[in-house]
């Protein structure tokens, strides 16, 4: 079972930016697609961004607004996850998962490993 350790929340102004990180466990990283969600309090969890397995495809929610954006080292066993111009509306709990498949999907029943997660506040 893949281990997936999120790093990089905090607590920030609106309009400042944050990079999320994700530190994958084993040595088949770049075999599969992986993906960012987030949960708002009382809200369900919503896809934010995938990317596949070698980096070459990438799939962003129409929140993300050009405002984020994912990337993958498989050097390293890491996917991150750049948010600029932060608003109150995108704090929540923020999750990285590992989909089933080398290419990029949304849904939550694509992904079978996930996260803690890493709260991501921004304050206005």
């Known amino acids: 079972q893949v281990q997936l350790v999120e790093s990089g929340g905090g607590l920030v102004q609106a309009g400042g930016s944050l990079r999320l990180s994700c530190v994958a466990s084993?040595?088949?990283?770049?075999?599969?697609?992986m993906g960012w969600f987030r949960q708002a309090p009382g809200k369900e969890r919503e896809f934010v961004a995938s990317?596949?397995?070698?980096?070459?495809?990438?799939y962003y929610a129409d929140s993300a607004e050009g405002r984020i954006t994912i990337s993958r080292d498989n050097a390293k066993n890491t996917v991150y996850l750049q948010i600029n111009s932060l608003k109150p509306e995108d704090t929540a709990v923020y999750y990285c998962a590992r989909a089933t498949s080398n290419g990029v999907v949304s849904t939550t029943r694509s992904f079978d490993s996930w996260g803690q997660g890493t709260q991501v506040t921004v304050s206005s």
């Open positions: 990317i596949s397995g070698n980096g070459r495809s990438r």
């Open positions: 084993g040595r088949t990283f770049s075999s599969y697609g």
